[in-house]
C-alpha cells in the first residue's frame, strides 16, 4: 500500500482496516524514509514478495529521488506496474480535495511541483482506478479490487511460521530421495545391461533354431518314404519326400493320431511309418492318452515352428505369384507396328539429244533454281 504520509493519514487508515477486513495483509510502503537509496531497494523487495499494488494519490507529490528526479510514489507504482503485480488505485476528487485544504490548511495541496502531480495522476488514471470522496469509498473499492484479483490471478500470500516445514527435514528427505535416485539409476542400469544380455543370448538361441530347422528340413527333403496304395493312383506304387508328407498331414498330426482299435489305412501309415522318422527329429511327440491303452502322436513344438515356417514361405510365394500377374495384366498392351509402304520408285528422265561433239552433260545432284 502506497501513498504519502502527512496529507492522507486517516485514509491510509480506513485502507488498513479494509484489507484486514477483507482477509489481507497491509504493508505500508508509506512508513518508510524518504530519500535514502537503501530504503528504495527494501521497498522494492516488498513489492516483490506482495500480490498486490495499492496506490492511494491525495494532493500531495512526496518526496522526490535526487537521481532520477521522480518521486518516491511515482517510482514504487512504476515498478510494480514493472514487474506485472495486480495494481489499482484510488484518487482523490478535486471537490473532496478542495474540502480537505479548506479544513487541514494548503499543506495538503502540493506547492513544490504540481505540474509533475497532475502527470502522475493522468498516468495513475489510465490504469485500473477509481475516485474516492471519504473513507467509504477507499474501503469499497478496496473490497471490489481484491475481491476481483483473488478470483482472476494466482496470488500466493505470505505462511504463517508455523505451516512452513522445517528446512532441516526437508533437506534430510531431499538427500533421502537423492540417495534412492541414484540407487535406482543404478539399478535401472544393470536392468538394461541384463535386458540387452538376454536379447543376445534370445537372438542367438533364435538364431540356432532357425539353422536347425532349416537342417531338418533338408534330411525331410531328402528322405523318401514309400507311400501305400490307398495313397496312390490307379493302384501304383510310388514315393514321396517326407517333408511334403508331413506339410500336406499337418491337420491330422495338430488333431493327435491314434492307435486305437479300427484304424483306416490313412492312420496306420502314418501312425507307424511316417510318425516315428518325424519323432527322430523331434518333431512328433508319442504319448500315452489317459486312462486309456492305446497312444497318441502329436506335432510337437518344433514340429509347430516348422510347419509354421513352411506356412509363412508358402503365404509369401503365393502373394509374390499374385503380384506378378498383377503387374502383367496392368502391362499396357504394345500397339502392333503398321507395315511401312514402299516408296514409289522415280520415274526415269527422258535423255536430250546431245550432239556427238558436244561434252558429256554433268550430273544434276544439287537443288534446281
Known amino acids: 500500500m502506497s501513498s504519502t504520509f502527512t496529507d492522507l493519514i486517516s485514509e491510509r487508515q480506513a485502507a488498513v482496516s479494509a484489507i484486514l477486513k477483507a482477509g489481507h495483509i497491509p504493508a505500508g510502503m508509506e512508513l518508510f524514509t524518504a530519500g535514502d537509496r537503501s530504503q528504495m531497494e527494501i521497498i522494492e523487495r516488498w513489492i516483490d514478495e506482495s500480490d498486490v499494488y495499492m496506490l492511494i494519490l491525495g494532493g500531495r507529490y512526496g518526496s522526490v529521488e535526487t537521481k532520477s528526479g521522480m518521486g518516491y510514489t511515482e517510482l514504487e507504482y512504476d515498478y510494480a506496474a514493472s514487474q506485472g503485480k495486480a495494481l489499482f488505485a484510488v484518487v482523490i476528487t478535486e471537490d473532496s480535495l478542495e474540502a480537505k485544504v479548506r479544513a487541514g490548511g494548503t499543506e495538503l495541496m502540493e506547492k513544490v511541483n504540481p505540474s509533475i502531480l497532475e502527470q502522475f495522476r493522468k498516468k495513475v488514471l489510465s490504469n485500473m482506478s477509481s475516485f474516492f470522496s471519504d473513507e467509504k469509498d477507499i474501503k469499497l473499492a478496496v473490497y471490489e479490487s481484491l475481491s476481483e484479483f483473488s478470483n482472476n490471478r494466482d496470488l500466493k500470500g505470505w505462511v504463517s511460521a508455523d505451516v512452513v516445514a522445517n528446512s532441516d527435514l526437508l533437506q534430510q528427505e531431499v538427500n533421502s530421495l537423492r540417495e534412492q535416485n541414484a540407487a535406482l539409476t543404478a539399478r535401472v542400469a544393470i536392468l538394461d545391461a541384463e535386458a540387452v544380455k538376454s536379447a543376445l543370448a534370445e537372438k542367438d538361441v533364435t538364431s540356432k ?65 511316417v510318425a516315428p522318422k518325424l519323432q527322430l527329429h523331434g518333431l512328433i511327440d508319442n504319448e500315452k492318452v489317459a486312462g486309456k491303452t492305446f497312444r497318441r502322436v502329436v506335432v510337437s513344438a518344433k514340429g509347430i515352428a516348422l510347419l509354421a515356417a513352411l506356412e509363412r514361405r508358402q503365404v509369401a510365394k503365393a502373394k509374390q505369384k499374385q503380384k506378378l500377374e498383377q503387374n502383367l495384366d496392368e502391362k499396357p498392351r504394345q500397339q502392333p507396328l503398321s507395315k511401312a509402304k514402299p516408296k514409289p520408285k522415280p520415274k526415269p528422265k527422258p535423255k536430250r539429244q546431245e550432239s556427238s561433239t558436244a561434252p558429256a552433260a554433268a550430273s544434276l545432284t544439287g537443288p534446281r533454281d
Open 209 to 273: 533354431t532357425s539353422e536347425e530347422l532349416s537342417q531338418i528340413e533338408d534330411l525331410l527333403k531328402n528322405t523318401d518314404v514309400d507311400l501305400p496304395e490307398a495313397f496312390n493312383n490307379n493302384g501304383k506304387m510310388k514315393s514321396s519326400d517326407l517333408l511334403s508328407i508331413f506339410f500336406s498331414t499337418k491337420d491330422y498330426f495338430l488333431s493327435g493320431i491314434t492307435n486305437q482299435i479300427g484304424m483306416d489305412d490313412g492312420s496306420q501309415f502314418l501312425f507307424f511309418n
